[in-house]
């Protein structure tokens, strides 16, 4: 069984603060990582693709992968009231177009000002 | 389009009515999926096609769903005889081979089965 697995929260960090959000993924094999926001009643956002070991920054947005402990996180700095919602960790198995993502349940983010 | 386009954006069904969903992708897009959600949980793959061929329906739960994509443009999700349980948010997504496998989603049809 392949599974992506988040910590489904709810995280609550001041505003200003820096929000981590966390998932890790079952499958060695897997290629490419994605990070959705999706608020309540709307469809998933991405917010963050990583296909390599390392850190992705974009603006306030930071992926970090590690395929050796099989784990990518979202780090979210200087964080804001509009970024509260739930994120959704993604993974594609083999890298391929074509591929269906496999989601984890996802991290409910709440920041308060 | 600049988006990818979901209609009806609600859908109210009795138990045992047939249901068919539309999804219009991203013009160019050739890959195109579907995923159900349920609430509090995460999207889980249904179907997918390239162009009007469909090559993985391994998610979908039942031989009462059925998807469609006959011009490799729009695309119908079908649910026959629908039952409380396919009470969920239906999502389309699109993608392009050369864009990192990014897939892009539309708002999703909200079916509730009464």
């Known amino acids: 069984q392949k599974e992506v697995e988040q910590n489904s929260g709810p995280l609550s960090v001041p505003e200003g603060a820096i929000a981590s959000l966390n998932c890790t993924y079952s499958d060695r094999g897997s290629q490419s990582f994605f990070w959705y926001r999706q608020y309540s009643g709307k469809s998933p956002e991405l917010i963050m693709s990583?296909?390599?070991?390392g850190d992705k920054e974009d603006g306030r947005f930071t992926a970090q992968l590690n395929k050796a402990s099989q784990y990518v996180s979202l780090l979210i700095r200087d964080s804001q009231p509009s970024d509260s919602a739930t994120y959704l960790c993604?993974?594609?198995?083999?890298?391929?177009?074509?591929?269906?993502?496999?989601f984890g349940k996802g991290t409910t983010l709440s920041v308060s000002s | 389009g600049a988006g990818v386009s979901q209609s009806p954006r609600y859908k109210v069904a009795k138990r045992g009515q047939d249901v068919a969903l539309r999804c219009d992708p991203i013009s160019g897009h050739v890959s195109l999926f579907w995923y159900q959600q349920a609430l509090g949980q995460g999207p889980e793959f249904l179907t997918y096609f390239q162009n009007e061929a469909q090559l993985d329906k391994s998610g979908l739960p039942s031989d009462r769903f059925f998807a469609e994509r006959p011009e490799g443009s729009v695309s119908t999700l079908k649910i026959q005889r629908t039952q409380q349980e396919d009470s969920a948010v239906y999502l389309c997504?699109?993608?392009?081979?050369?864009?990192?496998?990014?897939?892009?989603f539309g708002a999703g049809t909200r079916l509730s089965v009464l």
């Open positions: 993604a993974v594609n198995m083999r890298g391929q177009a074509g591929t269906a993502l496999i």
């Open positions: 990583i296909y390599s070991n």
């Open positions: 997504a699109s993608s392009t081979p050369t864009g990192g496998n990014i897939q892009y």
